[in-house]
């Protein structure tokens, strides 16, 4: 459990996924509230399991990618997961952000403050010429924090199963 942080913000840091998160992890992807707009909460245990050994897989053949842990700095306690991978898990495509606040620590600016961490990262560790970002037409929450971050709906996309707006976000020129 002692992975370093891949990136720090203000309030968090953000570790990569490992095998001691899987009770977070579990209560995330079974949670109706945090699946509401991703896909159905997911009970069976080794279903969970089965996700989590694929993007361990994913961050091991991509360092620096992959799934993350949030945790808060002060009180190392977990409050969200979040990703950053090639689009759709094809190393051709861009690269993506995505982030799930837990229960508990919504509302407080954890998902702006992780989406601009990451978008950050990926632009200086990776020089990324863009990073985008996929939400449900229906999350409107997460939309708006994509906006706030400077990103710029580009249009709707079929992936993951589900037609999604798809937002993209450009490094700032110095």
Avoid at 9 to 22: E, K, N, V, W, Y
Avoid at 28 to 57: G, H, S, W
Avoid at 120 to 129: C, Q
Wanted: aromatic fraction near 10%; proline fraction near 9%.
């Amino acid at each position: 459990m002692n992975n370093p942080p891949l990136l720090e913000t203000p309030r968090l840091h953000l570790r990569p996924l490992s095998q001691d998160d899987f009770d977070f992890y579990y209560h995330l992807q079974n949670d109706p509230d945090t699946m509401r707009y991703i896909r159905p909460p997911e009970p069976d245990r080794a279903v969970v399991q089965e996700r989590i050994d694929i993007l361990l897989k994913y961050a091991q053949e991509y360092p620096g990618l992959g799934s993350m842990v949030v945790f808060w700095k002060e009180t190392q306690e977990p409050v969200a997961s979040a990703v950053l991978r090639h689009l759709d898990y094809q190393q051709e495509n861009d690269l993506e952000l995505g982030y799930v606040i837990a229960p508990g620590f919504r509302g407080i600016g954890l998902a702006t403050e992780i989406a601009q961490g990451i978008a950050t990262y990926a632009f200086d560790r990776f020089a990324a010429p863009k990073v985008v970002a996929v939400t449900d037409p229906e999350n409107l929450v997460s939309q708006k924090v994509l906006l706030k971050c400077g990103f710029q709906l580009e249009g709707s996309r079929f992936i993951y199963g589900s037609d999604c707006l798809e937002f993209v976000l450009k490094p700032s020129k110095p």
